[in-house]
């Protein structure tokens, strides 16, 4: 049974700096998830230490975990072309949002 209050689930789309390379996923504390993109463990082999991507370009916000998942799943279905349209959509510049979370 869930505790009753706020909860915060983020989905989010990380890119490398030359912004050819898109990874969703989904957290509960934006800002500390980015910090450990950011920093990832000597020798990391996870997909976002590999291909550095760390710059935040996209983020939905949730209050039920179930929600931010399925959402996460259906980005994570598209084409890229696709998710481009979702990225341009909430910023149009593609600017890295790291520094506004």
């Not at 989905?11 to 989904?26: D, E, F, S």
């Not at 590999?50 to 983020?59: A, E, S, T, V």
């Amino acid at each position: 049974m869930k505790t009753k209050g706020t909860h915060n689930y983020y989905v989010y789309i990380l890119t490398n700096k030359a912004k050819t390379v898109l990874y969703t996923g989904v957290t509960n504390n934006l800002k500390e998830r980015l910090y450990f993109h950011a920093n990832p463990e000597p020798y990391s082999k996870a997909f976002t230490a590999k291909y550095r991507c760390f710059y935040l370009i996209f983020y939905e916000h949730f209050f039920e975990i179930e929600d931010a998942i399925r959402r996460e799943k259906e980005i994570k279905g598209w084409s890229r072309k696709k998710k481009e349209a979702l990225i341009t959509n909430f910023n149009s510049s593609w600017a890295f949002l790291n520094d506004t979370i």
